[in-house]
């Protein structure tokens, strides 16, 4: 399984851009890279997904490398609500992994 | 209107005693998953039924049974609770079970057993 790595945790200013990075060197040619969030206690939230092009969607931006090892999500725009954990993960044999993510915190 | 239930919000049970989760999803997907989170906060998926198919079942003890009577229900019945089981139990759904369609997740049922 391709597994990812990301900071356990960063502070980002609200009304400020948040660049949250992650790796995944063994990623394979086929895997898509997924970013969900989970605010609080919530169910996980679907945010983008990319296989090789950067995408972009009303909540994010996603850059993928062009070796396809590493990738970031973009937050335009943080609020205070974007304080939540946000999971990086590769789709593999049909299944989302989930890791330890990266805390985000949103200041006023 | 709710994309996936989960009924029931909280359940808080005995050691030994037998309990069902249930999760409904009205979006017209074909695939549904549970997953579990511990206190550690890790999410690792149990099962996942394509067109009431199980394609996947994780090392998950049998005392869990999931049951998908048509492709709008996924249920988790689980027999003999341990303190073990303690956690919070999300259902999500997904339109394929292929990697191009993501998923969307239920709020979670919090299971206590004491």
């Known amino acids: 399984d391709a597994k990812t790595t990301q900071p356990p945790s960063m502070d980002c200013a609200e009304g400020r851009a948040a660049n949250l990075p992650c790796n995944h060197s063994?990623?394979?040619?086929?895997?898509?890279v997924y970013w969900y969030r989970q605010i609080h206690s919530q169910g996980p939230q679907y945010i983008i997904h990319?296989?090789?092009n950067n995408e972009t969607n009303e909540m994010a931006s996603l850059i993928i490398t062009e070796d396809r090892k590493s990738s970031t999500l973009i937050l335009p725009h943080a609020t205070l609500r974007d304080t939540a954990v946000y999971y990086c993960i590769v789709f593999n044999d049909y299944k989302l992994s989930f890791g330890a993510g990266t805390t985000v915190t949103v200041r006023a | 209107d709710t994309a996936v239930s989960q009924t029931p919000k909280y359940l808080v049970t005995q050691m030994g005693n037998d309990k069902s989760i249930k999760c409904e999803q009205n979006?017209?997907?074909?695939?549904m998953y549970w997953y579990k989170q511990d206190s550690k906060k890790f999410l690792k998926i149990m099962f996942s039924?394509?067109?009431?198919?199980?394609?996947i079942n994780e090392t998950v003890p049998n005392r869990f049974s999931p049951k998908s009577p048509d492709k709008a229900h996924l249920n988790l019945h689980i027999n003999s609770l341990e303190l073990g089981d303690s956690a919070v139990y999300f259902c999500a759904s997904s339109l394929t079970q292929q990697m191009t369609y993501e998923q969307y997740f239920g709020p979670g049922t919090r299971l206590t057993v004491t």
């Open positions: 039924y394509n067109n009431k198919e199980l394609i």
């Open positions: 990319g296989l090789k």
């Open positions: 063994t990623i394979s040619g086929n895997e898509y």
């Open positions: 979006l017209g997907h074909d695939t």
